[in-house]
């Protein structure tokens, strides 16, 4: 009885899969036959109809493997031999391809079977004649010859990685590599951990000049050159990632240490190294660290004096040094070299008005803090200027007067950049406090000294003052 059920079960899920696949449903139809051999491990049936969706899915590996077991679980179902004999024929298998072929005519095939057995036969035979005067044209350099021998192979043997090598090789040997680049990336496909092809790829786009394919090529020769590593540790390597992944992230670091890893693959070929420092480059001046910036953009730019990325990257590490002479020249050349760039346009409006405001009051320099400073170093940095140059620490009235206008300016400073609005407009080369950019306000800070006395700088806000003033 159990039994029975067990077969009812397996006959429904088969039946279930028939009428998806007859749908075009696909995904579902291979559920159901999974589950089918689940129930019955040795069902044929249920093996020759998942193979039947793997193919339609242009999944002939695991086609292959579902179509072999149903040969071993029934040695005279001249179909699967068939359908296995043809999968195996376009991987350029022919030996293993002639013996289901041969097999199905000692099966007792039905005449269709028989015919299309003999038909497969001879035409094995003529590719492996063709195969034989495709290697001795390759071997006698005639290149040419192969080419053209080999393109009616692969007509047939669609699914063959090192015939599909073999002819890329010789479009690079008759100098034209370009036509290479698609039977390489099939081939790619095709053979598990094909490092080879990756970096023939890698040469081909780097001679053709077009350094990013090239370094692409380059992210997936190191990913199947560091599979042993990620197996044996388990985990999931960063190498695997292409580092635009990380850029778009804000994962910066992660970037720089991808780049790094680029250039020490590959250290005799110097565009590789010129590129990865380009976006080397691009990653510091993101993650605000300026200084290094300007240092890895100036090789670059050593190299290449015109590179737009480069010049643009350094002009913002500038920015962030206070540099915005040097950032102007920067962005006026990249948009020598780029006129249409609306970012270099805007970069260098800015950079002139960082300037021109620097060139009267810099909040950020009044307080002595960066300008990717946070809050709280510029509330600790206010405190120690506003101790400093409290007027009551001076005696002369001379020094008062000095002190009350540093103080008050130190006082504007910790306004502006504690406050989100106003110090957005400040970076963007308005001062909010300036009466000239500030229609009817005028600026607050520009008072009498007595105004500021009640306000205390070692307080979040307002307050009573804790010191006391005598002024005559």
Partial sequence: GADCGINAEVEKQLEMGKKLLAAGQLADALSHFHAAIEGDSDNYIAYYRRATVYLAMGKSKAAIRDLSKVVELKQDFTSARLQRGHLLLKQGKFDEAEDDFKNVLKSNPSNNEEKEA???????????????????????????????????????????????ELRAECYIKEGEPSKAISDLKAAAKLKNDNTEAFYKISRIYYQLGDHELSLRARFSFLRVETKGYKLKNKKKNKLQEHPKEFIREGRYEDAVNKY????????????????????????????????EAIKVCTEVLQLEPTNVNALKDRAEAYLLEDLYEEAIKDYETAQANSENDQQIREGLE???????????????????????????????????????????????????????????????????????????????????????????????????????????????????????????
């Fill in 118 to 164: 003999q038909t497969q036969l001879t035409k094995s035979d003529e590719l492996q004649r063709l195969h034989s005067q495709a290697l001795s044209a390759y071997q006698q350099e005639d290149y040419e010859a192969a080419i053209s021998l080999l393109d009616e192979i692969l007509a047939v043997c669609v699914w063959d990685a090192e015939l599909r």
């Fill in 260 to 291: 790094d890893a680029v250039m020490k693959t590959e250290p005799e070929v110097p565009i590789y190294a010129t590129r990865a420092k380009e976006r080397i480059c691009h990653c510091l001046s993101k993650n605000q660290q300026a200084t």
């Fill in 350 to 472: 800015r950079a002139q008005r960082m300037l021109k405001q620097s060139q009267k009051r810099d909040y950020y320099k009044i307080l002595g803090v960066k300008r990717n400073a946070r809050k709280q170093e510029i509330i600790k940095a206010y405190r120690k200027l506003a101790s400093q140059w409290h007027p009551d620490n001076f005696q002369s009235e001379e020094e008062k007067k000095q002190a009350e206008k540093k103080f008050i300016d130190i006082a504007a400073a910790k306004e502006v950049l504690t406050d989100p609005e106003m110090r957005r407009k400040f970076d963007a080369g308005e001062d909010p406090l300036d009466a000239e950019s500030q229609q009817g306000g005028g600026n607050p800070f520009h008072r009498n000294w007595n105004t500021w006395q009640g306000f205390n700088p070692f307080g979040s806000g307002g307050g009573p003052f804790t010191f006391k003033f005598h002024f005559s």
